[in-house]
């Protein structure tokens, strides 16, 4: 990594912004954040306030010429320190074994099942364990999608990092 990109400063709290010095004054860094302009970045630097941001404003796709030297090394900051973490955090995340495919080996021993051999009591003691598979699957389901809405409301859902410091910075 180049010595311009190790004094990039992540902003605490703030996924997406970053300082980054200037080439031409270090001890007066830019504010960039690489959210704006949907995630074609922004920053306070003169180049981009003059020449990127007024066709950005109106409208123009992200396009590599439409970013400045700041935003262009706070993506690569991004990619090459903290990208690495968010994907490393994302990995450990455990999922419990599918209770689907538990349910779809009971449905088989079920049909594949000799009516002359399977009593009645056998049967429906494996339709309700057929039944229990399918309550747990949606009770799953439906934690993951409130996990997925407002993952603070269950302590068990995995989080995406929301910070530099959430992934380890």
């Known amino acids: ?38 995630f074609n970045g922004g920053c306070d630097c003169p180049r981009f306030h003059f020449n990127c941001e007024p066709l950005l404003s109106r409208g123009a796709d992200k396009a590599e010429h439409l970013r400045c030297g700041h935003i262009k090394d706070a993506r690569s900051f991004f990619l090459d320190e903290i990208l690495p973490r968010i994907a490393d955090k994302i990995r450990h995340v455990v999922k419990p074994p599918p209770l689907v495919i538990q ?25 309700l364990e057929l039944k229990d598979h399918i309550l747990a699957t949606v009770d799953q389901i439906r934690d993951e999608i409130e ?23």
């Not at 349910?103 to 339709?127: F, N, S």
């Not at 993952?151 to 995406?160: F, G, I, S």
């Open 147 to 169: 996990s997925a809405r407002d993952p603070e409301k269950h302590e068990d859902a995995p989080t995406m990092p929301g910070s530099p410091e959430d992934v380890g910075l």
């Open 103 to 127: 349910a779809q080996g009971i449905v088989t021993q079920i049909q594949q099942a000799d009516p002359c051999q399977y009593p009645e009591h056998e049967k429906i003691a494996d339709l």
């Open 1 to 38: 990594m180049s010595c311009r990109l190790k004094s990039i400063q992540p902003i605490e709290g703030e996924l997406f912004r970053f300082y980054v010095p200037s080439v031409s004054r270090p001890e007066f860094p830019h504010t960039v954040d690489l959210e704006f302009y949907k």
